[in-house]
């Protein structure tokens, strides 16, 4: 990470004992997050334990029931700030009569970017993530794995200073997944936040701080390596598992 976790540029992300509830049921359960600039924060938990729900309300997507939500230190949610930042989504929003080019020209022009720019992005977005040669195939051919490398295509390419990315490698085969990391490693270097969400435990181990997720809770928000050496574990898969069963005894709050 290029930004120390102490720099003195505002967060990119600060949530504030935020909850939220669908259906009479809490899905977030007053949880506070500070996310610095530059950081490649990674949140892991099982379906169900509320990561979707949170990155939505740190994209400004959703709306909490009650705390607060800010990014890089505009109260959320705010309809300028749409453009600062990239959304993944776990399911795939794309326009499946189109072709692959057609939906980064699309997407490309809601961003704001102008044609030389556009299409200069494209191609570097596509080319990241593999895409180059299927760009004019219509997108109902596409295979799952290449429908999600083009959502990611879509989210890198206005060069967002915050990646919102929701199991962005799902599908996607080992070989580009690696060449997919770097690159976020890259991104991250540069000063780009980077949030994701991921139940791939070695993933998980790339991100500088990982916020492990249960219940609408987190049990822990620390780097790999002290999560390893707090809970005396071998993996990240352990250390989740020994800090759930402290979570139940209530040795964690």
């Not at 949140?43 to 994209?59: E, F, Q, V, Y």
Request: aromatic content about 6%; charged content about 20%.
């Amino acid at each position: 990470m290029s930004v120390p976790l102490e720099s003195s540029l505002p967060p990119a992300i600060v949530l504030d004992e935020v909850t939220r509830s669908f259906n009479h049921r809490t899905i977030i359960d007053h949880v506070s997050l500070t996310v610095q600039q530059g950081e490649l924060f990674g949140l892991l938990g099982p379906s169900g334990s509320g990561k979707t729900t949170l990155i939505k309300l740190m994209a400004g997507i959703d709306r909490a029931d009650s705390g607060s939500a800010h990014m890089f230190g505009v109260h959320l949610p705010k309809l300028e700030m749409l453009h600062r930042f990239g959304y993944m989504a776990q399911s795939d929003a794309l326009y499946m009569e189109l072709s692959g080019r057609q939906n980064m020209a699309f997407f490309g022009k809601l961003y704001g970017l102008k044609r030389a720019v556009l299409k200069q992005r494209i191609e570097e977005a596509a080319r990241l993530v593999n895409l180059t040669e299927h760009l004019n195939k219509q997108v109902a051919a596409y295979s799952g794995g290449m429908k999600r490398r083009l959502s990611l295509a879509i989210a890198l390419m206005h060069q967002p200073s915050l990646l919102v990315l929701d199991e962005p490698t799902v599908g996607i085969d080992p070989v580009l997944r690696r060449s997919i990391w770097q690159e976020l490693r890259s991104l991250a270097a540069q000063g780009t936040t980077i949030i994701v969400t991921t139940h791939v435990m070695d993933e998980a181990e790339k991100c500088d701080r990982l916020g492990l997720i249960r219940e609408g809770r987190f049990i822990a928000v620390d780097t790999p390596a002290n999560l390893l050496a707090q809970t005396g574990s071998s993996s990240i898969e352990e250390a989740f598992i020994t800090l759930g069963t402290r979570m139940e005894g209530g040795a964690v709050r």
